[in-house]
């Protein structure tokens, strides 16, 4: 059964273009002043306006050079290059705002989780508990090899590795540090007790980290937890550790099946299946009138590039498309990269067959996920059929031109949505896991650390 209110994030990436390649030609869009400290500022300043749940920042650490076996088309037309470091906007996007949470995407496979649990405490400190992290392994071979490794590790093994790299950071946030660690005695000079911060001694499979965390707590010490995989192993690690789970569907009766499997998996592993919030990649164009978005509907298809579409699409498969003819059907098939993504095209739906033409026509605006076209009514209308046929409790909108894009939403489509009770008409107190609703202020994880009674 779905969550009454539908919980809506903003998905969007340090570059220009994002999930609709093209985009920055058209002439309302100003993804080019992504540089730009301002432009992310404002981005926040609407978000939290309209109420969204949280921003999600995308990110890779590559660059998409599966189509035509060459970088060269991801570069001519800009598709998710130059991209830039999410991290570096949060503590901007922060100081204007509130309420607005902060997912940032950041892949386990190339840094250890040593710095990079400092890194998140930081960022939890300095957002006064609105952080959260999505979890990936990568997926780009680009980035892996400019690591110093001649290939990714195989799919299953990136996730054996992710697992033990949450342990680390778990033990690092949870349990290193108590909670009355910092006494701040001035008149014994004694600022922290060392009795009650503890070493990890923590020797992995990949990881070995004997030390202790470099923070002192910050207010959720874990961050919330997201992860986007939905291959079966993807599913399993989402389960074990997912507070929200991130799918994109085409179709509604893709996403019933993604959202069943999730919840099953989840009743698997003996967690509540509902406690997880899934969201769908969705992306929307709303107007005051049907007429009046479906012609902006129509001004984004011309700026959008389809051939940018399918760059993103054979880098999130692992698939070169330039090797097929547009009107060949794309079979099912296993590859090292995101598997969910080919999956979610052929295997789901036995109703449907896609050509690589209708790919490239699918993604061109807003990437793997579906678009709905129309007034904030009837953009309503369809954001609740999807709720209420799926079971998915919201979604992560993609933009189209930016910043109008967030602007349609924030000022027609969520007043729409407060005014059918299907949206909060206000934030929550506290940090974002409690913003959420999820079951505790901080996951409660018994893992025992040497020296703790």
Not at 388 to 398: I, P, R, Y
């Amino acid at each position: 059964m779905a969550r009454q209110e539908i919980a809506l994030n903003a998905f969007t990436m340090n570059t220009l273009g994002h999930l609709s390649p093209g985009m920055w030609r058209h002439d309302t869009d100003q993804t080019r002043r992504y540089v730009d400290l301002d432009y992310w500022v404002d981005l926040a300043q609407t978000l939290e306006r309209g109420m969204f749940d949280a921003v999600f920042l995308a990110d890779v650490l590559g660059v998409y050079d599966v189509y035509g076996g060459s970088r060269d088309a991801a570069l001519a037309g800009g598709v998710q290059i130059p991209v830039n470091d999410p991290l570096a906007l949060i503590p901007a996007m922060a100081s204007v705002t509130q309420h607005l949470g902060f997912a940032m995407t950041a892949a386990v496979s190339y840094e250890h989780p040593y710095p990079f649990a400092r890194r998140m405490s930081t960022l939890d400190h300095l957002t006064k508990g609105r952080i959260g992290w999505n979890v990936v392994t990568g997926y780009l071979n680009s980035g892996a090899v400019n690591f110093g490794v001649s290939a990714q590790e195989a799919h299953d093994r990136r996730y054996d590795i992710a697992d033990e790299y949450l342990e680390v950071c778990y033990r690092l946030w949870e349990e290193s540090w108590e909670d009355d660690a910092v006494i701040a005695d001035k008149a014994r000079g004694v600022f922290i007790d060392p009795a009650k911060v503890h070493a990890l001694e923590f020797e992995g499979e990949f990881f070995n980290v004997p030390g202790i965390h470099l923070s002192e707590p910050s207010p959720q010490r874990t961050p919330v937890m997201y992860q986007a995989g939905a291959s079966k192993r993807g599913v399993q690690f989402a389960a074990k550790h997912a507070e929200g789970v991130f799918v994109a569907a085409p179709s509604k009766v893709v996403l019933a099946r993604q959202v069943a499997g999730m919840r099953a998996a989840l009743t698997e592993c003996g967690r509540d299946p509902l406690e997880v919030t899934i969201l769908n990649q969705q992306t929307v164009v709303v107007a005051e009138t049907d007429a009046e978005a479906q012609r902006l509907y129509e001004g984004y298809l011309e700026a959008a590039s389809a051939t940018g579409a399918l760059v993103l699409m054979s880098g999130w498969t692992g698939i070169d498309f330039a090797q097929f003819d547009p009107d060949e059907v794309l079979r099912d098939q296993d590859t090292n990269s995101m598997q969910s993504v080919v999956k979610a095209f052929t295997a789901s739906d036995p109703d449907r067959e896609w050509t690589i033409r209708e790919i490239a026509d699918y993604a061109r605006l807003g990437g793997d996920g579906p678009v709905i076209v129309g007034s904030a009514e009837r953009v309503a209308d369809e954001i609740e059929t999807w709720v209420e046929e799926t079971g998915v409790d919201g979604f992560n909108l993609a933009a189209t031109a930016v910043p109008e894009a967030w602007e349609q939403v924030a000022d027609l489509l969520i007043p729409e949505l407060q005014k059918r009770g299907r949206f909060k008409s206000a934030y929550q107190e506290g940090t974002l896991r409690e913003k959420l609703g999820y079951p505790s202020a901080r996951p409660q994880r018994p893992i025992p650390i040497a020296g703790r009674d």
